[in-house]
């Protein structure tokens, strides 16, 4: 979701970063407290800052006390709890800064940990009720935000759960570290936190907390309404639910806001931001396409809106199915007539919010997800919620990257500007990079303009709103890296090797080189999204080696090892680099210790499950002659083999899995690889089945290409999950077994990666990858088609093109910051574009290996 990645946008302008990670203490809650008493200690761990009486040891589990406050209280409620908690010697930790606590605070943070300020560490039963009611006496009227992962004590901020104080970990049934307690008879348990209550399964609750867990499970009251049907969307700020009207069986849509929760920038809450939809709706009310506002009430401590339920998709959905530059060579035709049907739900958009102006409003978040087109292209706009009047209104808070009009837009300009970027991005939806890259702007326009033969004025007209005020319009563009980069493909994957390199930074704990927000959640060791893939792109490349990068990784890794055993997420990928770049013994070390998290593994795909595990050992069995790794490899591919048998079918309605990373095509590589290996005929026949069961979740789309059924109307044609992941393995299938059932698919699968338009440049996901896919393609067979298409894609990655420090780079996902990492950032495309240039170099690990004698 792309505001889970605006929240690491605050602490950098050029990549993803973490504000705790750089430092970011302006606003930190310790200034206004008094210091610790003799006896305590504080250490800060990630986001907290934890204060612990040094007297006595804590237990390792056991009931804790959250405190919860609002951004306006949260200095008073942390002073009152800091002097109790000090006074009676009872440890606790709290957020550091008002910062933190508004992220965490904000419309898309997690549920299950919004609005926790304080955390109290009881040592007994009899203690957590003594705080409790010491405590809400001191903090009687303070007001914050539910936490719904607890349950409440009486009525003020104070919220408990039963969960561990000290960290214990356990290995959960994919594989992965995870956060435990302890049942009485000594095994280890997931530490569940969600955004409900939950009370492992041996825990008494304790007599005087009855009366307050029945009260959070009494039910909606009598007087309510409506029958909920389904849930349509949920952010930290409530829940937007599909209803019909009790009585008249009228179809509704619920929005829900919980008081001081999903905050925007400037602190506005979602019951405030519900109040404006309410008002703005009624203003608006009779105007077509906007829904009519029913009625507002209280339930529970929570604000409802119930609304009319607009026909339609989001226009984001429509131009999925209907963009045509996702396929090969559209003809002209298909092309204009594009063209005019857009043309004509912009005009339809325009005079709906031409509308809204006439009524004294401004939209103020017009952006394709709160634009519904209906099956005979009428359009409506839903979500209100940042709608004010003209006299009013701001740039607002929140928004979507792309649209949102920059400070100096004020009152009906503010929609001006969004009306202006919705008619670049329906011909080319890549307005999420102009905030970052705003000299693209005229590559963008010239790109739309020349494919779908606009007229020049229309593209003058755009950069007049879109440019910032006070730019030259007129004056020739400097020469830069980026016009002798992006025509010459060794100049470009020079540059961008330089940009890589030119990003690192070795001096940090938490990574080496910035790549996607993952980084933050896995660890910036990892291959995907870490410093072994990039540092095994750059191998690859060719880039003379540093030995403080390579330090870095062996420090980082002993320093805390990986929690997880897989390939892309974990210790065997960071060990295949350690191997290749000759640090065999800490490679050794990262094997050994993710050798009892294995057995647990039940995920069969190669990002992180036991086919990107088993091809690593069987790698190590080559490259070092290694029976141990042999065994190991044969033993995971016949434990996937017995899996695939019992394998259900896929979910037609279902999220899609199939491609390299995540479906069967992984397991199928391993399973080629292990043929190579053994000579053994059944791997092949493995191999072929399980490519198949991958092919049972694709489609033809309408140029006669395969691609990945993802959902009803959405297909993927990419590495991680997509036909270009499948294609790559059915690539390799067939150069050992050209009578294989699954090699017939490869031309329509080759096929799904010649379309123009791409929303992401990199490797996994985006253009890099459908580059990549199609170079090792050409080294088996000479086609001219896929030569034009290796082509077109590097001409095509000027779209994406962004200068830094002078040398090429690249954005990362959702395109809001630039990335270096292997999964979505420059690493990945500098592994692409070698690929091409180099008709050795790998694309990824076990991809294009060289048949070996079987041993």
């Not at 080189?513 to 410093?531: I, L, N, R, Y």
Request: hydrophobic share 45%; proline share 7%; net charge negative.
């Amino acid at each position: 979701m792309t505001a889970r990645y605006e929240a690491y946008c605050f602490a950098d302008p050029v990549f993803y970063d973490s504000s705790t990670a750089v430092g970011v203490e302006s606003d930190a809650f310790e200034v206004e407290l008094p210091a610790l008493p003799p006896g305590w200690r504080r250490h800060d761990r990630e986001d907290w800052a934890v204060c612990l009486n040094m007297s006595g040891a804590l237990p390792r589990q056991g009931w804790k006390i959250h405190v919860s406050a609002g951004l306006s209280n949260a200095g008073q409620v942390l002073d009152a709890v800091w002097r109790y908690c000090t006074s009676q010697g009872v440890s606790f930790k709290f957020l550091r800064t008002r910062r933190i606590l508004l992220a965490r605070n904000s419309k898309y943070a997690e549920r299950a940990g919004s609005g926790k300020l304080i955390t109290i560490y009881p040592p007994d039963e009899v203690a957590l009720r003594r705080i409790l009611v010491d405590l809400d006496r001191r903090l009687d009227g303070a007001e914050g935000p539910y936490i719904l992962s607890d349950l409440r004590f009486a009525s003020g901020p104070l919220y408990l759960r039963y969960g561990g104080f000290v960290d214990q970990w356990m290995i959960d049934e994919s594989g992965n570290r995870v956060s435990a307690v302890t049942r009485p008879d000594g095994t280890l348990v997931p530490d569940r936190r969600e955004p409900r209550f939950v009370l492992p399964d041996w825990v008494t609750l304790p007599d005087f907390l009855q009366p307050y867990l029945a009260a959070r499970r009494g039910g909606p009251p009598a007087d309510f309404d409506y029958r909920i049907h389904s849930a349509l969307h949920f952010s930290n700020g409530g829940g937007v639910y599909l209803a019909d009207r009790l009585g008249d069986g009228v179809e509704v849509v619920l929005k829900e806001a919980r008081p001081l929760a999903g905050l925007d920038r400037d602190g506005t809450d979602a019951v405030t931001r519900l109040d404006r939809e309410w008002t703005a709706l009624r203003a608006l009310a009779g105007l077509p396409g906007v829904p009519e506002a029913y009625e507002r009430f209280p339930l529970w401590e929570h604000r409802f809106l119930a609304m009319e339920r607009r026909p339609g998709i989001p226009l984001g959905r429509w131009l999925a199915v209907h963009y045509p530059l996702t396929r090969q060579d559209p003809a002209r035709d298909e092309l204009i007539a594009f063209r005019d049907r857009a043309m004509a739900i912009l005009a339809a958009v325009e005079r709906l919010v031409d509308g809204v102006h006439e009524r004294g409003l401004v939209f103020g978040d017009l952006h394709d997800r709160n634009i519904l087109i209906d099956a005979d292209d009428s359009v409506s706009l839903i979500d209100f919620e940042l709608t004010l009047p003209v006299e009013q209104a701001r740039r607002p808070a929140l928004g979507a990257p792309g649209f949102t009009a920059p400070a100096d837009r004020v009152g009906f300009e503010i929609d001006h500007y969004a009306l202006a970027a919705l008619r670049l991005w329906m011909f080319l939806p890549l307005n999420a990079m102009l905030a970052l890259a705003p000299d693209r702007l005229t590559a963008h326009l010239a790109f739309a303009t020349e494919r779908f033969d606009l007229p020049a004025s229309y593209g003058d007209r755009l950069a007049a709103t879109l440019r910032g005020r006070g730019s030259a319009v007129d004056s020739p563009a400097p020469r830069t890296v980026l016009d002798d980069a992006t025509t010459d493909p060794v100049a470009a994957r020079d540059s961008l090797l330089r940009a890589v390199l030119a990003s690192a930074t070795p001096d940090r704990a938490d990574r080496l080189f910035p790549g996607d927000v993952e980084q933050f959640s896995v660890g910036g060791a990892c291959f995907a999204h870490g410093a072994a893939g990039v540092l095994y792109a750059l191998d690859v490349a060719g880039a003379e080696r540093r030995v403080e990068h390579e330090r870095w990784l062996i420090e980082a890794v002993r320093r805390e090892p990986p929690p997880r055993a897989g390939f892309y997420d974990g210790a065997h990928g960071i060990a295949h680099v350690l191997d290749r770049l000759g640090h065999r013994e800490t490679a050794d070390e990262l094997i050994d210790g993710a050798a009892s998290l294995v057995p647990r593994i039940t995920d069969h795909g190669l990002r992180g499950g036991l086919a990107g595990i088993g091809l690593n050992h069987l790698h190590l069995a080559a490259t070092r002659r290694a029976p141990d790794h042999h065994a190991t490899a044969v033993e995971i591919g016949t434990r996937l083999v017995d899996v695939l048998a019992l394998a259900p079918a896929p979910d037609p309605e279902g999220r899609a899995r199939a491609g390299l990373l995540y479906g069967w095509s992984g397991p199928a590589l391993l399973f080629l690889r292990l043929y190579q290996r053994t000579g053994d005929p059944a791997w092949l026949t493995a191999a072929d089945r399980a490519v198949g069961r991958d092919l049972s979740e694709c489609v033809a789309v309408p140029d006669g290409a395969t691609q990945v059924r993802d959902g009803s109307t959405r297909t993927l044609p990419y590495l991680d999950v997509g036909s270009a992941g499948i294609a790559v393995v059915v690539n390799a299938l067939a150069a050992q077994h050209p009578e294989a059932d699954s090699a017939s698919a490869l031309p329509d699968l080759l096929h799904a990666c010649l379309g123009d338009f791409v929303i992401h440049p990199g490797l996994l996901l985006g253009r890099a990858g459908l580059m990549g896919t199609l170079a090792l393609a050409a080294r088996r067979r000479a086609d001219p088609r896929i030569e034009a298409g290796i082509r077109r894609h590097r001409d095509l990655f000027a779209l994406h093109a962004v200068p830094y420090q002078g040398e090429l780079a690249f954005p990362g996902h959702h395109l809001l910051r630039l990335s270096m990492d292997l999964a979505t950032g420059g690493a990945g495309v500098l592994l692409a574009m070698t690929c091409v240039l180099d008709p050795i170099a790998p694309l990824l690990p076990f991809l294009d290996e060289v048949a070996r004698p079987p041993t």
